[in-house]
C-alpha cells in the first residue's frame, strides 16, 4: 500500500505563490503515476493537476491552466505542486493522490487513484 502525505499549504494573498509537496511512500516511485485534486468546501472534488510516470507527461485542469506546474522527483519520492497568480477561487484543500501502473498514462479522474493523502489547506485571500 503507497503512502501519500502533503506538505506546504498555507496562507496567501491573490496573485502570489505557493509550492506544494507530495511524498509517497510504500512502494517504487518510478511505477506510481501522481495527480494533485482539491475540493472547496460545499463543491466536489476537482481535478488540478496530473503527472505520469515520466516527468514530462502532463496535465492539467483548465481553470489552472499556465498558472499552476506539477512536476517530480524520483530520487526524493516526491512531486511538487508550484502555484502562480493564486486567485480566491483557488482556495481549497489540496490532495495527493497515488496509483501503480506500467503505463506512460496520465490519470485526471479521481476513482484511477487508489491512494490518497489527507490533504493540506490552501487559503488564497483577495
Known amino acids: 500500500q503507497v503512502g501519500v502525505v502533503e506538505s506546504g499549504g498555507g496562507l496567501v494573498q491573490a496573485g502570489g505563490s505557493l509550492k506544494l509537496s507530495c511524498v509517497a511512500s510504500?512502494?517504487?516511485?518510478?511505477?506510481?503515476?501522481m495527480g494533485w485534486f482539491r475540493q472547496a468546501p460545499g463543491m466536489d472534488r476537482e481535478f488540478v493537476a496530473a503527472?505520469?510516470?515520466?516527468?514530462?507527461?502532463?496535465d492539467y485542469g483548465d481553470l489552472v491552466k499556465g498558472r499552476f506546474f506539477i512536476s517530480r522527483n524520483n530520487a526524493e519520492n516526491t512531486i511538487h505542486l508550484q502555484m502562480n497568480e493564486l486567485k480566491p477561487e483557488d482556495t481549497a484543500i489540496y490532495y495527493c493522490?497515488?496509483?501503480?501502473?506500467?503505463?506512460?498514462?496520465?490519470?485526471?479522474?479521481?476513482?484511477?487513484?487508489?491512494?490518497w493523502g489527507r490533504g493540506t489547506q490552501v487559503a488564497v485571500s483577495s
Open positions: 510504500g512502494g517504487t516511485f518510478s511505477m506510481l503515476a
Open positions: 503527472i505520469g510516470r515520466y516527468e514530462g507527461d502532463t
Open positions: 493522490a497515488a496509483r501503480w501502473t506500467v503505463s506512460m498514462n496520465v490519470y485526471t479522474a479521481a476513482l484511477e487513484y487508489g491512494s
